[in-house]
């Protein structure tokens, strides 16, 4: 069993020419939880889709516990890599919560959801 929650599967789906599903499932203690967020289709728009999937399914696996909401996410080069960063705020903690992950062969989404949880890591330990 995983001390924290793990990602499982991202899916993306355009629904109309301007609005898509981004599905976050995350595995923990053998159960899947899922996170769902729809918007723009405009790719500037997709990080933060992914970003706020990516809380609604980490609600889920601390059963509402903790209620979440995305300050901000972004991908920037870093040296010779990419970084996805996330900044997560949490109602009853005035300090935001910051994380980051390397894109791994350009997969951004994986990046974006990687930086969520590790800004969240610790907090969510706390709940489970």
């Known amino acids: 069993m995983s001390e924290r ?17 981004v599905v976050i499932t995350l595995g923990w203690s053998d159960e899947e939880f899922h996170g769902e967020s729809v918007g723009s289709s405009s790719p ?3 990080p933060r889709l ?6 609604r399914a ?7 516990r903790l209620q ?10 870093l040296g010779v890599g990419q970084v996805a960063m996330a900044q997560v705020l949490m109602v ?6 910051v994380g980051s992950s390397l894109v791994r062969s350009d ?16 907090r969510i330990a706390t709940v489970l």
């Open 44 to 46: 500037t728009s997709r």
């Open 50 to 55: 992914v970003g706020e999937a990516t809380l």
């Open 5 to 21: 929650p793990a990602i499982v599967q991202i899916i993306e789906s355009t629904e109309s020419d301007v609005q898509t599903r």
């Open 58 to 64: 980490v609600e889920a696996v601390t059963s509402d």
């Open 92 to 97: 009853g903690d005035p300090e935001p919560l």
């Open 68 to 77: 979440l909401s995305l300050a901000a996410v972004a991908t920037t080069d």
């Open 107 to 122: 997969d951004e989404a994986a990046a974006t959801v990687r930086a969520v949880l590790d800004a969240l890591n610790r």
